[in-house]
């Protein structure tokens, strides 16, 4: 009933900032919670940013908290990551994740409900 879409990923120097965008389409609610997984090869996919869609209350990953901030468009119905200051580190396939739930702390995969295709992020040093 719900279809997310990633965009903007991308090449970016160490240093550099980028922006992603995750689109809902289809049936959505009032009660749920969006936000962003990231897994690089051989590693478990890791939750990196969500947002309630209700109130708007955030939730980071230690790893990101200060770098990167997670917005959402409810005339869009699009959720966004401004990613500053990106390392190396951060370098993976980032997943849109929804989940029709209001979340208070991070969650895991096994709590999302549609995944996002993902998009490449590389970051070179």
């Known amino acids: 009933q719900v279809q997310l879409v990633e965009s903007g990923g991308g090449l970016v120097q160490a240093g550099g900032s980028l922006r992603l965008s995750c689109a809902a389409s289809?049936?959505?609610?009032?009660?749920?919670?969006m936000g962003w997984f990231r897994q690089s090869p051989g590693k478990e996919r890791e939750f990196v940013a969500a947002?309630?869609?209700?109130?708007?209350?955030?939730y980071y990953a230690d790893s990101v908290k200060g770098r990167f901030t997670i917005s959402r468009s409810n005339a869009k119905n699009t959720v966004y990551l401004q990613m500053n200051s990106l390392k190396p580190e951060d370098t993976a396939v980032y997943y849109c994740?929804?989940?029709?739930?209001?979340?208070?702390?991070?969650?895991?995969?096994?709590?999302?409900?549609?995944w996002g295709q993902g998009t490449q992020l590389t970051v070179s040093s």
């Open positions: 994740a929804a989940s029709h739930r209001n979340y208070y702390s991070a969650y895991g995969p096994d709590q999302v409900d549609y």
């Open positions: 947002i309630r869609w209700s109130d708007g209350n955030t």
């Open positions: 289809g049936r959505t609610f009032s009660s749920w919670t």
